[in-house]
């Protein structure tokens, strides 16, 4: 596969598993309802545990709104200062030299909702 910045396949991904310089990062993140009256749309929750039940074999987990958003906004997953994403990169090993690459776990409905997904 040439390099490249934008989405692959799932039969692209299965293609590239294989090779060590890849790693592999679980971005999932769920939108659920926020409580009435509380003024925001809703509540940007990680989904690790999702992860924790099961991901693919080596992946990692990266929590985009609580490491990679800024912090200091109302506003979600805002990019943070350079130094705020540099920091987070490291924390997961993740160099100006890595190759790596971010999925997420499929939709599921919401803990606190009512009705469908």
Same mark, same amino acid.
């Given at each position: ?16 598993l ?11 993140t ?6 009435e ?7 940007? =929750?990680?989904?690790? !545990? @999702?992860?924790?039940?099961? &991901?693919?074999? *080596?992946? %990692? ?20 200062? =350079?130094?705020?994403? !540099? @920091?987070?990169?490291?924390? &997961?090993?993740? *160099?100006p %030299? ?6 997420r ?13």
């Open positions: 596969m040439a390099t490249r910045d934008e989405l692959i396949t799932t039969a692209e991904l299965a293609d590239i294989h090779q060590p310089d890849l790693r592999l990062f679980d971005c999932t769920y939108l659920e309802p926020a409580p009256g509380s003024g925001v749309p809703y509540i940007a =929750v990680p989904g690790k !545990e @999702t992860f924790e039940a099961g &991901h693919i074999a *080596g992946a %990692d987990f990266l929590d985009l709104q609580g490491e990679f958003s800024a912090p200091n906004t109302e506003l979600r997953f805002m990019m943070p200062l =350079v130094a705020q994403l !540099e @920091t987070a990169f490291g924390r &997961h090993g993740i *160099g %030299d890595s190759r790596w690459c971010c999925i776990s499929a939709r599921r409905c919401g803990r606190r909702a009512s009705g469908g997904c």
